[in-house]
């Protein structure tokens, strides 16, 4: 039984970045309010653990609502004055689907050997029991698309 199901893509994704964000849940829960309060909707969430205190935290929006991340970033940044913010577009999103990766050793190996062998840079990775998304850059997409396909 093949474990995925489905891969599929979302293109025109924009990655914000928060590096040096104080371990704190109150900050970044005021961080995800003020995204919601200006109509944003946010896909993609990862956060490192802490080095030093200090994790850094990333999530994906779409490229129509990178201006309204724009607008918004003083605000964010008044949230914690040494927050660092990074914003970067052209990223497309590929997401590997399958009910039977649950409890199915090896599915994120192969993902990742054939993300590999089309030299594809990966900007960002989310999980769950049945789901492995990856942030490409747009350059990226066919080939890493194509590798998948071979491969599931």
């Known amino acids: 039984m ?4 489905s891969i599929t893509v979302v293109e025109d994704v924009t990655l914000i970045s928060l590096q040096d964000s104080p371990a704190d849940i109150n900050l970044i829960s005021d ?6 309060e200006a109509g944003i909707d946010v896909d993609m969430i ?25 607008e918004i970033s ?13 914003i ?17 050793p090896g599915v994120a190996g192969k993902v990742f050997a054939a993300i590999a062998e089309a030299r594809a ?6 999980t769950s029991e049945v789901d492995i998304s990856v942030l490409v850059a747009k350059a990226d997409l066919e080939n890493t698309l194509d590798a ?5």
């Open 2 to 5: 093949q474990p995925i199901q």
């Open 31 to 36: 961080i995800f309010k003020k995204i919601s």
């Open 46 to 70: 990862s956060q490192t653990p802490p080095h030093s205190n200090m994790p850094d935290l990333c999530f994906t929006v779409s490229g129509d609502d990178m201006g309204k991340i724009l």
């Open 74 to 86: 003083s605000q964010l940044r008044a949230l914690n004055p040494g927050l660092k913010l990074s």
């Open 88 to 104: 970067s577009n052209g990223h497309c999103k590929v997401s590997v689907f399958g009910e039977a990766m649950r409890g199915c």
């Open 121 to 126: 840079d990966i900007s960002m990775i989310t």
């Open 148 to 152: 998948l396909h071979k491969v599931f």
